[in-house]
């Protein structure tokens, strides 16, 4: 829709051009929710993509995503082979249904930033322990952990004028075997649960658990743990108050589907595993 509040748009071209924040600013990526709805309050775009940052970068660390990549982007990633965690890229692009139109123009930055409980990208980044880079007002730059990164719904961990520049996803997290498991209350609806389990060489679990909570939780096990063990650990890390409550889901639906994805995973992996074996 047209944004008819906004007086000014800025295209910064480097970092030196980001202007000094002030209120009714907002930072411009793909736009897909920003368009979508009144911004009453918003004066003035700062561009993004005008800083033509590279989508991705590969290298024997890991995988660096711009904030700006696209989800048409990441989903044409041609990953190393080692890198056996890659088919999540693909299914959490999928999580959000969007036509092509959006595909070309949400961003990873821009999913993260809105901190919408369903967000696809949330899901992903905290599976494989992304690292959020910040850049401050001050001209500096800080990174937090996803986990630390998503307050809750619409909630995030950025100050005024700070800027998400990238999400970094280490090397031995994307060696991992992954299980996806994602529930919707229609077809074609927002995620009502979006989990995600990875095991890595040694045996190690680690569930994460998103749509279905405010933020998203990750709870990691030395080893493969008994179906108890998981509805134990999810009852201890998330209370009641912590399941999202919307028309995509009631708590106790949210609560009931969260359980049963989790048993779902746990047995997948462990079942890899017996074959892989």
């Known amino acids: 829709?047209?944004?008819?509040?906004?007086?000014?748009?800025?295209?910064?071209?480097?970092?030196?051009?980001?202007?000094?924040?002030?209120?009714?600013?907002?930072?411009?990526?793909?736009?897909?929710?920003?368009f979508s709805e009144p911004q009453d309050?918003?004066?003035?775009?700062?561009?993004?993509?005008?800083?033509?940052?590279?989508?991705?970068?590969?290298?024997?660390d890991g995988l660096v995503l711009a904030a700006t990549c696209t989800f048409a982007q990441l989903d044409r990633l041609d990953l190393p082979p080692a890198w056996i965690a890659a088919p999540?890229?693909?299914?959490?692009?999928?999580?959000?249904?969007?036509?092509?139109?959006?595909?070309?123009?949400?961003?990873?930055g821009g999913n993260l930033c809105l901190a919408l409980p369903a967000g696809p990208m949330i899901a992903l980044a905290t599976a494989l322990e992304a690292t959020c880079a910040i850049w401050s007002a001050d001209g500096g730059a800080r990174h937090v952990p996803v986990e630390d990164f998503i307050l809750g719904a619409q909630r995030n961990a950025l100050n005024p004028g700070e800027i998400l520049r990238s999400l970094s996803m280490p090397a031995a997290a994307l060696m991992r075997r992954t299980a996806f498991r994602r529930i919707s209350l229609s077809p074609n609806g927002r995620s009502g649960a979006l989990l995600i389990g990875t095991r890595d060489p040694a045996g190690g679990f680690a569930l994460t658990v998103t749509a279905s909570v405010r933020r998203p939780?990750?709870?990691?096990?030395?080893?493969?743990?008994?179906?108890?063990?998981?509805?134990?650990?999810?009852?201890?890390?998330?209370?009641?108050a912590l399941y999202h409550d919307d028309v995509?889901?009631?708590?106790?639906?949210?609560?009931?589907?969260?359980?049963?994805?989790?048993?779902?995973?746990?047995?997948?992996?462990?079942?890899?595993?017996?074959?892989?074996?």
């Open 217 to 240: 939780v990750r709870l990691v096990f030395a080893g493969l743990p008994e179906r108890a063990e998981v509805e134990t650990a999810l009852e201890q890390a998330i209370p009641d």
């Open 88 to 108: 999540l890229v693909g299914q959490c692009c999928r999580a959000l249904l969007g036509s092509f139109k959006i595909w070309n123009t949400a961003t990873v």
């Open 41 to 60: 309050e918003t004066r003035r775009l700062v561009d993004l993509a005008s800083l033509a940052w590279p989508p991705h970068a590969i290298d024997a």
């Open 1 to 34: 829709m047209d944004l008819n509040t906004i007086e000014t748009v800025l295209r910064p071209r480097s970092r030196s051009d980001l202007p000094a924040w002030r209120a009714g600013d907002a930072c411009l990526a793909g736009g897909t929710w920003l």
């Open 248 to 277: 995509h889901g009631r708590p106790d639906w949210r609560r009931h589907v969260t359980r049963h994805l989790a048993g779902e995973i746990r047995d997948a992996l462990a079942a890899d595993a017996g074959r892989c074996g």
